[in-house]
């Protein structure tokens, strides 16, 4: 659509940065024995912001469904590391869940985002029933759900891109595919080649990107924003992006992977694929770079301190927004169980 500037480009490097800070920040929480569970988007950063780049350029109002390894899009959506640390540690003041969800799962609709539940696929449908809701209404939002390759072999994935492609519905369909779905390599899991080839089934565009490199995904994902936004239906797009931990922090990825696999895999590291392209363009240097490293570190660590320091939530409000207060109190409740 167009080529991102290297003022724009720096701006994502600088996210980028962040992003991955904050995700080895929590790995080392969950090593600690205080994260209860982290599913890393290392090597998934280029994809997630590259995308959320597109749809709030192209598109007049979009809303996002995420799923649990999609860091990069709660952040460039306006969660900050205070309140991913907040519910990676489960403490009192988590935004999106009140910390009663699994970590980046609740919702938030100022920020544009949801993830009501870590089963794969389930939220596909979801997204599709949101994207017919604003045709619907006449909204003009753009619909994007992300998922893994694992899900896309889930039953849900057919059932929504048949639907939205039969109603023309502003939807998007971004799968991030690394490879593996938990310990089964791809090839084990889908008798073709892409993901994305399931797209002419459905008679909607397929596109197959790599989604480490943040110019493809940017331009892919803005010509899929403008179609949906023109009310031409939905598309699938495929960004082939790595995974360089194991699926979560209770996976022994040793199991079925190889070290050299891991390796070869962090040549394609999104970050270091675009810190090579803004030293060519000249807008990137080594003091630049120390002191973007050297600001998310500072902010890791004050969000860090501040979540340790939270307290839990209270159990006498674990019914909010469960039961309708006005309908039954809490001690109805107690009385009927």
């Not at 490097?13 to 995700?23: A, C, F, G, N």
């Not at 952040?75 to 403490?91: E, I, M, N, S, Y």
């Not at 753009?142 to 849900?156: L, R």
């Not at 310990?183 to 909607?204: F, H, K, L």
Request: with cysteine; hydrophobic share 35%.
């Amino acid at each position: 659509m167009r080529e991102l500037d290297p003022e724009e480009l720096l701006d994502i490097y600088e996210t980028m940065i962040l992003v991955r800070t904050l995700d080895e920040r929590v790995w080392t929480l969950n090593r600690q024995g205080k994260a209860a569970i982290v599913a890393s988007s290392q090597g998934h950063e280029a994809a997630q912001l590259g995308s959320v780049k597109a749809l709030s350029e192209f598109a007049e109002s979009y809303f996002c469904f995420t799923y649990y390894r999609d860091m990069g899009v709660c952040v460039a959506q306006g969660l900050t590391p205070k309140d991913v640390l907040l519910g990676f540690l489960a403490k009192e003041g988590e935004p999106i869940s009140d910390a009663r969800q699994f970590p980046l799962h609740g919702a938030s609709k100022e920020k544009g985002f949801m993830n009501l539940s870590n089963v794969v696929g389930t939220h596909v449908p979801h997204a599709v029933g949101w994207a017919l809701a604003s045709k619907i209404n006449k909204l003009p939002t753009v619909t994007a759900v992300y998922f893994g390759d694992g899900a896309a072999s889930q039953g849900e994935i057919h059932e929504a891109m048949n639907f939205a492609a039969i109603h023309k519905l502003p939807v998007i369909f971004l799968c991030e595919n690394n490879r593996y779905a938990i310990s089964v390599p791809i090839e084990q899991q889908m008798a073709i080649t892409n993901v994305a080839d399931r797209a002419q089934a459905y008679g909607i565009p397929g596109y197959t990107v790599d989604g480490t490199d943040i110019q493809q995904v940017f331009d892919v994902t803005a010509q899929a924003t403008v179609r949906a936004s023109e009310g031409e239906g939905p598309t699938l797009i495929e960004y082939q992006v790595e995974r360089y931990l194991p699926h979560t922090s209770d996976d022994d990825d040793s199991t079925y992977r190889t070290p050299l696999d891991i390796e070869k895999s962090k040549q394609r590291d999104p970050l270091k694929k675009l810190r090579d392209l803004l030293l060519s363009k000249g807008v990137l240097n080594d003091k630049i770079e120390s002191e973007l490293i050297k600001t998310a570190k500072q902010k890791i660590n004050s969000a860090t301190e501040f979540a340790e320091k939270a307290p839990y939530p209270k159990a006498d409000d674990v019914l909010e927004h469960v039961y309708d207060n006005n309908s039954i109190s809490k001690d109805q409740h107690d009385a009927n169980h």
